[in-house]
Structures are given as structure tokens and as C-alpha cells.
């Protein structure tokens, strides 16, 4: 069965600092996904990572992909209050369809 | 706005009625998915449909059905909803294998 785990679950810091929030999967896979959800809302696609070495970057995020360490990082640079919100990765293990196997989300407080 | 729409978005009912939730896309994908959010678990894959009646089962299926008689409408009955099905249900959309899902609003279901 595959494990996705995230950590930290809960993650409270301040703005302008830095942060590394960690996805580790359990068994192999060169697919991987980050959302963002914000309180009662759906899920929001940030980065598609589709292969081992992969990086993307959108405004104060970067995440990356290492399939042979089974890691995924999203590296969240000089935060700021707008970036609040639960963050979700997902790993694909799907062969007819895409199955996405969630992590348990990092909540993400940015304090001013 | 990736053309998905849930019916109904909220719902209250009484153990052992059936309850039938339905994803409605605009965009003609091939894929669709239905997951339920829990706290502490993530999103976890109930069913999916790659194409019109090709279904099959995710990592929570027990207790749930599909159908998929046309390409813009997937369906999820719970045949005698119980309350450990009380959760939010998410429907998903893909374009193609590989790319990201995108999510409906969700409906809120609340099992008495």
C-alpha cells in the first residue's frame, strides 16, 4: 500500500522567513503534484513535477522532486499572510487512470 | 474555472437512505474521479472513469457505486449512507494522463 507523508502537519511562521515543508512516498513513482486549499474551499493546482530532478517555481514557491530519494520539497521563500492556507501533495499510482495517492496536508499559518 | 459543477453542495440525510451526488463537466475530459476529505486523512480516491462506463475502484470504494452513462456526468450512490460516510466529496477532472486533476467545489455530506 502506498504511504504519502507530510511534514510538518502544522506549520506557524513569520512573514519574510523561509520554510521547506517535506513529501515522502513510500514506493515508486516520477509523478507528482502540489495543491493549495484554502479554508472551505476546493483544491488549487501549483505544480506538476513529472520527472526525478524536476523544480518549478511560481512567485515565492518552489518545489522539487528527487524519485530516488522518494522526496518531494515545496520551499515556500520570504512568506507573506496571503500564503495561509493547507498545502497537499499528491502521488500518482495509476495506470488506467491517474490514482492519486493524498498526503495528510501541511497547514500553513503566516503570522505578520 | 475548469467547467466542474456538484449537486447538490450540501446535503443532510438519515442513515440507511441512498443518496446519489453528481459531477457535471463542461470540458469533455475523459477522466473523472470522485474522492472524500477527511480530517487527518487527506483526500483519499473513492472511484474513477477513464471514458463512458469504464470505471473502476480506488482506495475507499466499499460502500459506493458509479456510473458514467455520458461523458459530462459522473455519479456517486451511496446505496444506505451510513454516518462513518458523513465527509466532503470532491469530484475531479483530468484532460490526459500525466496532467493535473482539477477539482469541483465539493459537497458537503452530513450522515444522521
Known amino acids: 500500500e502506498l504511504k504519502v507523508e507530510q511534514n510538518p502537519l502544522f506549520l506557524s511562521m513569520q512573514e519574510g522567513k523561509n520554510y521547506t515543508i517535506y513529501c515522502n512516498y513510500s514506493t515508486t513513482s516520477d509523478r507528482l503534484y502540489w495543491y493549495r486549499q484554502d479554508p472551505g474551499k476546493s483544491l488549487e493546482s501549483l505544480f506538476v513535477l513529472l520527472s526525478n530532478g524536476a523544480v518549478k517555481q511560481e512567485g515565492r514557491l518552489m518545489a522539487s522532486l528527487d524519485t530516488k530519494a522518494r522526496l518531494s520539497t515545496l520551499h515556500i521563500t520570504a512568506a507573506v499572510h496571503d500564503l495561509s492556507a493547507t498545502y497537499f501533495c499528491?502521488?500518482?499510482?495509476?495506470?488506467?487512470?491517474?490514482?492519486?495517492?493524498f498526503g495528510t496536508g501541511t497547514s500553513l499559518t503566516v503570522i505578520p | 474555472d475548469a467547467g466542474i459543477t456538484q449537486s447538490p453542495r450540501h446535503k443532510v440525510t438519515e442513515t440507511g437512505t441512498p443518496v446519489t451526488l453528481r459531477c457535471h463537466q463542461t470540458?469533455?475530459?475523459?477522466?473523472m474521479y470522485w474522492y472524500r476529505q477527511d480530517p487527518g486523512h487527506g483526500l483519499r480516491l473513492i472511484h474513477y472513469s477513464y471514458g463512458v462506463k469504464d470505471t473502476d475502484k480506488g482506495e475507499v470504494s466499499d460502500g459506493y457505486s458509479v456510473s458514467r452513462s455520458k461523458t459530462e456526468d459522473f455519479l456517486l450512490t451511496l446505496e444506505s449512507a451510513t454516518s462513518s460516510q458523513t465527509s466532503v466529496y470532491f469530484c475531479?477532472?483530468?484532460?490526459?494522463?500525466?496532467?493535473?486533476?482539477?477539482f469541483g467545489p465539493g459537497t458537503r455530506l452530513t450522515v444522521t
Open positions: 470540458e469533455n475530459h475523459r477522466y
Open positions: 499528491a502521488v500518482d499510482m495509476g495506470n488506467t487512470g491517474n490514482q492519486f495517492y
Open positions: 475531479a477532472i483530468q484532460a490526459r494522463l500525466d496532467y493535473e486533476q482539477y
